[in-house]
């Protein structure tokens, strides 16, 4: 299979409110359409994780996160145009995605993706897609495919046959709260 006809079959999978596995920027994810609630559902369930914890979105442009936030603050698109590791930001004001993804506060967690094919999934969907560790909640994060449980690949829609043999290991992304009153807070290093 190409890498073509693997995001393809993948996207198809999200256009009809499917759960799929894949490999992002960081760690293999869990993903769906971020504007599917029913989609956002099948993942909360399948992880065992309270709706009240939220999940991280990704983007493959700054310009596609502006579409998904009320304003987004000039100095959240340069951190995401100028970092040279995977950033994820919290925004407050999101707005057109499930409403199972955004908590009481109002905020959205993004990320822009530079890896190919999590970029090319947004690119192709033409919308945000859910990133969440492919593993129970509690347990510990898969950052390979071999380390991803049975479970979590039983339980998904379609699971991405591109870097599915890659070995080497990358870690979550720095995690930054970034509030349009100025405040910024790192929670994740």
Known sequence: ?????????AVD????GGIILYPTDTVWGIGCDAT?????????????RLESKAMILLFDTVGRVE??????PEVAGDMMEMTDKPLTLILDGAKG???N?????????????????????????QKPIVSTSANISGEPTAAIFSEISQEIIDGVDYVAEYRRSDAKKSKPSSIIRLSNSGLVKIIRE
């Open 1 to 9: 299979m190409t890498l073509q006809e693997d995001l393809r079959a």
């Open 13 to 16: 999978v999200l256009r009809k």
């Open 36 to 48: 599917n609630e029913e989609a956002v559902k099948k993942v909360y369930a399948l992880k065992r």
């Open 67 to 72: 579409r998904y936030v009320e304003h987004l």
């Open 97 to 99: 995605v499930a409403i």
């Open 101 to 125: 993804l955004v908590p009481e506060d109002g905020t959205i967690a993004v990320r822009v993706s530079a890896e190919e094919y999590s970029s090319s999934l947004v690119r192709m969907l």
